[in-house]
Nanobody
């Protein structure tokens, strides 16, 4: 099991950039695929981006391609989500998630996730 703690959310204006971080507390971090999900107000959780256990592959939903970048530093047990050109529709609680797998990055379903972070709010004003 991995304990995940997100940070970096806040209130920003449209067009701004924010970097979210997710720090893991246990050694299995390096054997886990990692992802970011989000839950907009009044809606369900959705997958946003994922990265494979070794960082060799990434996957994004269409609405964030070219604006968001997921990366990881296994030496620091940390995964990042760099979010640029933010839009009001990016407003959501963002969750870090881990799945213990060595498969290439792909869209993950919530039922596949082994560990979740507590979430961090990102609010984008117009």
């Amino acid at each position: 099991q991995v304990r995940l703690v997100e940070s970096g959310g806040g209130l920003v204006q449209a067009g701004d950039s924010v970097r979210l971080s997710c720090a893991a507390s246990a050694r299995p971090f390096s054997s886990a695929a990692l992802g970011w999900f989000r839950q907009p107000p009044g809606k369900g959780q959705e997958f946003v981006a994922g990265i494979s256990w070794d960082g060799s592959s990434t996957h994004y939903i269409d609405s964030v391609k070219g604006r968001f970048t997921i990366s990881r530093d296994n030496a620091k047990n940390t995964v990042y989500l760099q979010m640029n050109s933010l839009k009001p529709e990016d407003t959501a609680v963002y969750y870090c998630a881990a799945k213990f797998t060595t498969e290439p990055a792909r869209q993950l379903g919530t039922a596949e996730i082994n560990d979740w972070g507590q979430g961090t709010q990102v609010t984008v004003s117009s």
